[in-house]
């Protein structure tokens, strides 16, 4: 059982940027971050597997970077241009194989991120 602990949510104004980070118990193919903001469905932001390859939405392309720290069993991801419609729960999840396909095997209990205007 991989455990993920995430860190980094809070209040940022309009504009603004913020840096998520996750840790997870061990090391794992590949790590990442959905989000749901209230009344809607969980979304996909950004993966990044342990030889380096990334993916973002459409929406985090351009604005914003994920990395993995393969020592600490860590990514970190990091967004700009932060708008109210970014406010949301993110979570962090893991899986032994791809976040595109399915529901990832594990997650983080999640940290919430509200942008004002």
């Known amino acids: 059982q991989v455990e993920l602990v995430e860190s980094g949510g809070g209040l940022v104004h309009s504009g603004g940027s913020l840096t998520l980070s996750c840790a997870a118990s061990e090391s794992i193919y590949i790590m990442g971050w959905f989000r749901q903001a209230p009344g809607k469905q969980r979304e996909f932001v950004a993966s990044?597997?342990?030889?380096?390859?990334?993916v973002y939405s459409h929406f985090a392309e351009g604005r914003s970077t994920i990395a993995i720290e393969n020592v600490r069993n860590t990514i970190n991801l990091q967004m700009h241009s932060l708008a109210p419609e970014d406010t949301a729960d993110y979570y962090c999840?893991?899986?032994?194989?791809?976040?595109?396909?399915?529901?990832?095997?594990?997650w983080g209990r999640g940290t919430q991120v509200t942008v004002s205007s």
């Open positions: 999840a893991a899986d032994t194989k791809t976040l595109s396909v399915g529901t990832p095997e594990y």
């Open positions: 990044v597997t342990k030889w380096g390859t990334r």
